[in-house]
């Protein structure tokens, strides 16, 4: 398995809470990824980056912001959660060395009340 | 956003049976990925492909990387009850270090 723990891995908040989901790695590589999965929209990436401070926007970044000030890690900030936030967000990390293969993280549950 | 478009949405078959999915898209892709998603856990990924026309196995998973480099299938053989999940592929474009997903296929193995 790839080194990918996320944190915390079940959470409940209430609407207009701050919070922040963590994604560590241990495989060193240059790229991460942010999606949530919803019943009937698969996976939908909100964040990625392509390293330390290289951060860019995909389909659903309205809501949510993120920082990585170090390699193996990857931060997701909701800055006020709302319900339609309620979701399992995965991190997922990527390398293009020669090969193009992404690995996910086991998954956060977020709740928002 | 893009998605690719994932066939069946669900399957429910007798263990033992052979089982078969398609990915297609409408853009043509350089990488084909296929993933099994287990209940509450992340998509752990099972095959990948770089190549129009090749064809890879992973036990009783095979996979193959469509001509056209616009559809990708799995085949799973002899399905046992472990093999229920959700499976999901996944394409990857030349240029760009983005990944767009299927809506997922989910298996049902009735033992």
């Known amino acids: 398995d790839a080194g990918i723990t996320q944190s915390p891995r079940h959470k409940v908040t209430e609407t207009g809470t701050p919070v922040t989901l963590r994604c560590h790695q241990t495989e060193n590589h240059r790229y991460m990824y942010w999606y949530r999965q919803d019943p009937g929209h698969g996976l939908r990436l909100i964040h990625y980056?392509?390293?330390?401070?290289?951060?860019d926007k995909g389909e659903v970044s309205d809501g949510y912001s993120v920082s990585r000030s170090k390699t193996e890690d990857f931060l997701l900030t909701l800055e006020s959660a709302t319900s339609s936030q309620t979701s399992v967000y995965f991190c997922a990390i990527s390398d293009f060395q020669g090969t193009y293969e992404q690995y996910f993280g086991p998954g956060t549950r977020l709740t928002v009340t | 956003g893009q998605q690719l478009n994932q066939s069946p949405q669900s399957m429910f078959i007798q263990e033992g049976e052979d089982v078969s999915m398609n990915c297609t898209s409408s853009?043509?892709?350089?990488?084909w990925l296929w993933y099994k998603q287990d209940p509450g856990e992340g998509p752990v990924l099972l095959i990948a492909?770089?190549?129009?026309?090749e064809l890879t196995s992973n036990g009783r998973l095979t996979a193959q990387f469509g001509i056209t480099r616009k559809d990708s299938f799995l085949n799973i053989s002899a399905s046992i009850p472990s093999d229920v999940g959700i499976y999901f592929c996944?394409?990857?474009?030349?240029?760009?270090?983005?990944?767009?997903f299927g809506t997922g296929t989910s298996l049902t193995v009735i033992p």
């Open positions: 996944a394409g990857q474009k030349g240029t760009g270090n983005q990944f767009y």
């Open positions: 492909l770089y190549k129009a026309g």
């Open positions: 853009s043509i892709f350089n990488t």
């Open positions: 980056s392509y390293g330390v401070k290289d951060t």
